[in-house]
Structure formats: C-alpha cells, structure tokens
C-alpha cells in the first residue's frame, strides 16, 4: 500500500531561517505528490506538486521542493521564514492519479 | 467562481442523530471527494466519486452513506452519528486528468455528544 511520512509533527524556527520539511513515499511506481498547506480554521492550499517534468518544483509563497527518486523523497523548504508561514504543512501522494493520500502533517512554528 | 463550497460550516448532533453534508462544485469537475481531519492523523478518505452517478469506498468508510446525483453536488450522509464521527470534513473536487489538482471547500466542523 502507498504511504506518506513526515517526520517530525512539529518544526519551530526563528524568523529568517531555513524552514526545512520532511516527506518520505513509498511507490513501486513514479507517483505524483503535492504540498498543502492549512492556516487555522480554512481549508488546504496547493503549495506545488510533483508531476515529473522537473524534479525541483517552485511553489507559492517562496517555496520549493525537490524530487529524489533514489531516496523517495519530497522535502519542502524555503530559504527564509516569514511569521506568515505559521501553518499546518501536509504532503501527499496521489499513486493512480485519482484520490490523495496524505501524512499526518507537520506544524509550523515561526517565532520572532 | 466560488470553487468548492460546504454546508453548514458547523453542526452538533446528538448520538443516534442523522444528518446530511453538501458539497458543491462550479468548476465542472469529474472527481468529488470526502475527507475527515483527525488531530494527528491528517486527512483520511471516507468516500469518492468519479463521475455523476458513481461511488467509491476509501480508508474509511464505516458509518457513512454518499450520493453524486448530479455533477457539481457530492453528499456525505450519517446515518446514525456516533461520537468517533466527531471531526473535521472536508469535499474536494479535481479534473479528471491525472496530475490535476484537488481543490478543497472550507470545511464543516461536526461534533456528536
């Protein structure tokens, strides 16, 4: 069976430092995998996805994520935290194309 | 274009109740989706449709009925609610191409006593 992990449920950084999130897959085949992201009491967000035309994704807000097949992983990070960054981080994998299979999610603590 | 829309936005209901979530659509999608937040546990999916007139079970279906009657509207129904159906849901809706992005309502906060 597919499955998404993210390590750590909760990463807390300064304001302008790396922000650094981790997802790990499991796939016997390429899949495509996103990031959502969630601000409290709204709805997820794309933030990009992986869909196999480049293995580093550019995405909203500053972010990026690059595909490593070899370690089948989709980190998220962004050069500089911003306190409006603060958020729940899910990634997810969609192996057949058709419904979402998700982490548990990361919490993104930014202090000033 | 108002996307993906749900209703109500927060409902309590006593155990043995019955109720019905609305999810509407105005971006044509093929796929309509149901999904509940868990704290801890992210998003699990209860129920998909792939097209008018079509269901499909996800990772958790028990305790839970769907309807796709028309395209733009996926209905989450409770038979009986029980308090482990207290949660967070979440309709989502995409494309039918393969990497098309879900795009998901705002959610409806369930609590059963």
């Known amino acids: 069976a597919q499955s998404v992990t993210q390590l750590g449920s909760h990463v807390s950084v300064s304001e302008g430092a790396l922000v650094l999130l981790r997802c790990n897959y499991s796939s016997s085949v390429p899949p495509y995998l996103f990031w959502y992201v969630q601000y409290p009491n709204q709805g997820l967000q794309l933030l990009l996805k992986?869909?196999?035309?480049?293995?580093l994704v550019k995405g909203i807000n500053g972010f990026e994520a690059e595909f490593k097949k070899s370690e089948t992983s989709f980190h998220l990070t962004k050069p500089s935290a911003h306190m409006s960054d603060a958020a729940e981080y899910f990634c997810?994998?969609?192996?057949?194309?058709?419904?979402?299979?998700f982490g548990k999610g990361t919490t993104l603590s930014v202090s000033s | 274009n108002a996307g993906v829309t749900q209703t109500p936005k927060f409902r309590v209901l006593k155990t043995g109740q019955s109720m019905t979530l609305l999810c509407a659509q105005d971006m044509n999608h093929e796929y309509m989706y149901w999904y509940r937040q868990d704290p801890g546990m992210g998003l699990r999916l209860i129920h998909y449709s792939v097209g008018e007139g079509t269901t499909a079970k996800g990772e958790v279906p028990d305790g839970y009925n769907v309807s796709r009657l028309k395209k733009q509207n996926f209905l989450l129904g409770l038979e009986s609610a029980a308090p482990s159906q207290t949660s967070v849901y979440f309709c989502?809706?995409?494309?039918?191409?393969?990497?098309?992005?879900?795009?998901f309502g705002p959610g409806t906060r369930l609590t059963v006593l």
């Open positions: 989502a809706s995409k494309d039918r191409g393969l990497d098309d992005t879900q795009y």
């Open positions: 992986y869909t196999s035309a480049a293995t």
């Open positions: 997810a994998v969609s192996p057949a194309g058709t419904a979402l299979i």
